[in-house]
Structure formats: C-alpha cells, structure tokens
C-alpha cells in the first residue's frame, strides 16, 4: 500500500504502475479533486492504529510506504504502529527537509503557535502559506489582527476565519517567476510557510530571497523512528528486497 498526497507519491506511483506491481494508493481524502493516479485508489481515513492494523492484515498488504506530506505527522505515526502490530515492512519515501542559502531571511519556529508568534503586531501583508488546516490558528487576536493574508490553496474555503484574506485557487509545482510576481502583485511583506521540503513548492522560498523578504519556516513535527528512502530508485530497491517490486506480488505496496 502506497500513503499518498505528494508529488512524490505521484511519482511512485508510476513507477509501481510500470512496474506491475500490486498495489493500492490511499488518499487521505482532505482536496475535492486529487490528482488522479495509475493505481487502483481508496480515498478516506482507517479508523486510527487499530483500524488500520485490520485494513492491513484483511487485504493481506506485504509492505507499506508512507509517502503522505511531511507534516501529515498522525497519519505517519499511525503507519509505524499499526505496521508494527501487523508485522508489516515500511518504508518512509520523504523530501529532504529546505536548507536556508545565502540571501535567506529565514527565521524557523517549532510549531503553528511559534509562527503565530513571530509575527510581530505591526501591521503586515502576510503570504500563509500553510495549507488550509491551521488557519485558526492565526484568527484575530492581538498578535494578528492587523495584518492582511494571502492564501493559496487548491480547494475554495466557504468560511475563512480571518477576516482579511484573499484567496488564490492553484495547484503546484510553481515557478519562482511566478511567485515572485504573485508576490509583488500583493504586495506581501511576509512569508509563512511549513518546511515540506521538495521542488514542487520550493519557488515561493526563491522568490522570498529574491525580493529580500523575510520568511517564517515552521519545522517538520516529530514522527516516530523509522526507514527512510529519498528517491524512487531507493523505494523499488526496498520493495524488491522484500520481493514486492514484481507483477507476481501477492500484494504490493
């Protein structure tokens, strides 16, 4: 079984599906429209360890990789457990997390709280460009009241929490022109963003150094140990010792 929701998954993917391997895509189910993919697909929750542990052994799963986004932290941490109790092989397929380059005006937080707090309250116009999950969290208060947010997100949001906002409905992989040019075009003086890592969503970092902004980077949260793989080579190396990258698995990943 492959944990998706990456251009990394997406890539995979396609390599299980020239491959010949049996498998399944698992979606978690949060975007309206997800990327279609070459791999029969399930789309939704498991019910947490338990119900995943079950979901496991009834379909028989030889080997799982989460290759789910870097902050999808419970969804991770449930894939170790549940992998464990099943005794089910898995394999993380993760980006490198972004190193800062010269020109960077990055100042890195722990958490959605820290960024709340890294802004200062003098007004600013503010690029969040968290996702749709935590905006709650930068609802008015006396710390963020003031300023203005610009949000990119794939989905359109019926109620935003924050009452000065601007929605731009898009899907990556973007380009550092036009990021850069999204940025002046709304005059942003700020950047939020998760550490996600990857090309995919890397321009708006560029972009930011280009123009000398500075950029709020949240650290990835903490996820149970376990194998890592970087690449797709290493994936299908992985799943070849474990004798899934083949047509005639009885389950692949």
């Not at 972004?98 to 890195?108: H, N, S």
């Not at 376990?226 to 190396?237: D, I, L, S």
Request: net charge neutral.
């Amino acid at each position: 079984m492959l944990l998706g929701g990456t251009t990394e998954a997406s890539q995979l993917a396609r390599a299980l599906a020239e491959a010949e391997v049996d498998a399944v895509f698992s979606y978690a189910g949060r975007t309206a429209a997800p990327v279609a993919q070459p791999l029969p697909t399930r789309v939704g929750g498991f019910g947490g360890v338990a119900g995943l542990r079950d979901w496991l052994q009834v379909q028989r799963i030889t080997q799982v990789v989460d290759a789910t986004h870097p902050f999808a932290a419970q969804m991770s941490s449930n894939a170790v457990h549940a992998c464990a109790a099943a005794g089910v092989p898995l394999l993380a397929f993760e980006r490198p997390a972004w190193q800062p380059q010269a020109g960077d005006r990055w100042q890195c937080v722990a958490d959605i709280d820290g960024a709340v707090a890294a802004l200062a309250p003098t007004p600013a116009r503010v690029f969040l460009a968290i996702g749709r999950q935590n905006l709650l969290s930068f609802a008015p208060s006396a710390q963020c009241a003031s300023h203005h947010y610009l949000l990119r997100l794939v989905d359109a949001v019926a109620d935003l929490p924050l009452p000065s906002a601007q929605v731009v409905i898009a899907r990556g992989p973007f380009t550092v022109e036009g990021d850069r040019a999204l940025l002046q075009q709304h005059g942003i003086t700020h950047l939020v963003a998760k550490n996600a890592g990857g090309s995919g969503a890397a321009a708006k970092l560029e972009a930011a150094r280009l123009l000398g902004l500075p950029v709020i980077l949240i650290d990835r949260p903490a996820v149970p140990a376990r194998r890592m793989a970087a690449t797709v080579e290493q994936v299908m190396a992985w799943l070849g010792h474990h004798g899934g990258a083949a047509g005639n698995a009885e389950r692949g990943v």
